[in-house]
């Protein structure tokens, strides 16, 4: 904990489900507590990147010795050559760190930097988190830039070295897990941020856009995603990174997991307590045999489950009320709803002041709200996630949809198909919606059913 009272459960870094197998090069390691590595998983085969000479995990320290897993040193080492034909002088910036070494740049990040824990789990990885601890993994930069200030200062991805980077490393294995999020790109670019864009965390990965941060897939599978990339349409609201590629691979639903210690750092309490562990387990002795209370979020933290999916709620969120009324552009529904706690809910999530659905769009092709210009996508159901479901009176359609909360959460987490925890307690969420005759009809859906009966209201 820091001190400004922010920090992370530790059931969330030392999940009871296990870890991920570190030496599978798709293997998912991101922000959220369902995919972690173990602190005592070091790669066998790392190799000093420029020799390709064997090393031990202690002797790989960035700054002293990059090392790489062998093959992705030798094919670092090709890319390099070709970059170096291109005009472009590569500089390894950080390649392996052990899960120790993680520890100690998060602790730089939050500490010695002057910033707080929270602060700095949005731009470093916690230790287990960390893509670096794979061997696979490394921070390019050219020797020009690393000559002109700080090394991730913005600006990189520009550069020509920086495009030719997100050109041609697939063809050497290597991909850019971490681009710039779709809402805040200048319109035609990857690197350049359209104006009042943001550097925030991109819904899709949990982190900021770093196009220096490269991780090896291997030269056939580089090949696959680069291919489902370009399939799943670059610059639309369907362009996938490699967290969602892998997802699919895998069979791993929604876009991607909520991060370790969100709460701190967005405004969403997304701690997940792992409801399976036992209470009496070691690690949780320390919390006083009540562990699923405790942590950053308290009773709001999610449960999920030994598959990782969350658990169902035995209470379940019903309507109070509904009304409807006419305005120039649609009808305005206020509904309100009793939520019990640790109620999953999904994406998209309504602004503080209602989530307005133009004429033709439906929660299958909603511009992310509150965002100027965005484009629309989809939201399908997830698994075991309530949404408010609206449409005309009488009907048995529901073509917009929004999360079981609102107001204060930041409108950038619509960019991805996401759980969230819902609100705790009555909840009131304010929808837009078109034009639709005498009244309107609510409902709770989950797993795309109606729970519940349904309500009518006439409009005002
Ligand atoms: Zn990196």
Redesign the pocket.
Known sequence: MDRTGCWVHREDVLPAYGFVDGDDLLTLVNRSPRFVLSPEYAPTDLVEVDTGLPHTPEECVPGHLQCLRSEAAGALRLMLDAMANAGHEGYVH?AFRSFTRQCEVFRGWSHSQGETFCHAVTSSAIAGHS??QLGT?V?LFTEAWSHGGEMMRPGFGCTSAGQWIDAHSWEFGYVLPYPMPLAERAPGSRCRRRSGGEDVIDPRTGYRY?P??LRYIGVEAAARFHRAWLASGPDSATEITLEQWIRRERGIDADVDLPVCDGCSCGLCTTFHDAAAPVDAPRSSRHGGSPRTTGPCGDQALLIGADGAPLANTATPHIESLQARREHSGVRVLVTVSIPARTVTQTPVTSRVAAVYGPDATYLSVAPFNRTGAIPRAYDDLRGAWRLALGPRRSTQWPWRAALRASNTPMWVNGANQRLPALQGLVTIEVVIPPVGDGVRAALVRDGHVEGPPHDAPIR
């Open positions: 950080s893509q670096h993994a921070d770093e220096w941060h």
